[in-house]
């Protein structure tokens, strides 16, 4: 269960991540945002993501040409 | 190594060095002699891999307007605000584009033709500015700092401004910019933008 959830549909790179990175912000160490993208290059870029900002890519996946993503906060 | 990696290979330097060519002197300006010759290999070679020049031109184009640059490094370590967004993605992208002109010749190109690979230069490469000027203009509006523009209207400013500066700096190279680096350019056409839409630092 996801702590918050973020509507990144629509949005192409970089706002998705610009909007993750601020919705984090606003949450404790062990808390989970839950994200939907449509943008094909949000997969990797929220790779790169939790690569570079040390928090965890716990689940990813594509539904119907969305794509979802929950990120733990380190 | 495999036969198949090897015929990958080949793919990729005809591609790379096609495009070169293309980039320099358009479709109707190269032949298919002319690649094999850069290639030192014979037509033949070049038709195992591409069945006509059409092909070769086309697979030239979809790989080049299928780049994209990746913001995430901007996102990170720029602070979030809309201007130091939007001047570190304007810095990536034209540096980017400035050690490889070619691609901002093959894209003018593909625009003269009408090819769909013209719509794939704006979803892989000027879209990200599209979308981030237009939903930022919407925020920074509601929030009292931008003016009322139309937020198409202004994204569109700024996808031909950095167009414009590309084309002079990187493949024009006219003489009366010459003494203007591309980055400080770059830099004043931002704040030039900035100062159209009416755009104010949060306090």
Redesign the interface.
């Known amino acids: 269960m996801a702590d918050m959830e973020l509507d990144a549909r629509g ?5 998705p ?2 909007r993750a ?2 919705s984090i912000n606003d949450l404790e160490s062990g808390q989970v945002l839950h994200i939907i993208a449509t943008d094909p ?1 949000s997969v ?2 929220f790779e ?2 939790c690569k ?2 040390g928090n965890e890519l716990v689940s990813s996946g594509e539904n119907n040409g969305e794509f979802v993503f929950d990120i733990r906060k380190a | 190594m495999t036969k198949r990696l090897k015929a990958a290979e080949r793919r990729a330097t005809i591609l790379a060095v096609a495009k070169v060519l293309f980039a320099d002197k358009g479709y109707h300006g190269v032949s298919v002699d002319e690649i094999a010759k850069r290639l030192g290999v014979s037509p033949a070679v070049l038709y195992q891999h591409f069945p006509s020049k059409e092909a070769l031109y086309e697979s030239v184009l979809n790989e080049i307007s299928e780049k994209r640059e990746s913001y995430v490094d901007t996102i990170l370590t720029e602070p979030s605000d809309f201007k130091s967004v939007l001047l570190g993605m304007a810095q990536l992208f034209v540096n980017s584009i400035s050690r490889d002109p070619d691609y901002l010749r093959m894209e003018l190109m593909s625009a003269l033709e009408d090819a769909p690979a013209a719509q794939h230069f704006f979803e892989n490469r000027w879209r990200s500015f599209a979308d981030y000027i237009e939903v930022g203009l919407k925020e920074l509006a509601a929030e009292g700092r931008a003016s009322d523009v139309n937020p198409k209207a202004a994204s569109l400013m700024f996808q031909g401004m950095i167009r414009e500066l590309l084309y002079v700096k990187c493949i024009q190279g006219n003489e009366r910019y010459k003494g203007m680096a591309l980055n400080s350019l770059l830099e004043q056409m931002v704040d030039l933008f900035l100062a159209a839409i009416g755009y104010k630092q949060a306090a």
């Open positions: 949005l192409n790179c970089p706002l991540i610009l990175k601020k290059g990797k870029d790169a993501f570079q900002t």
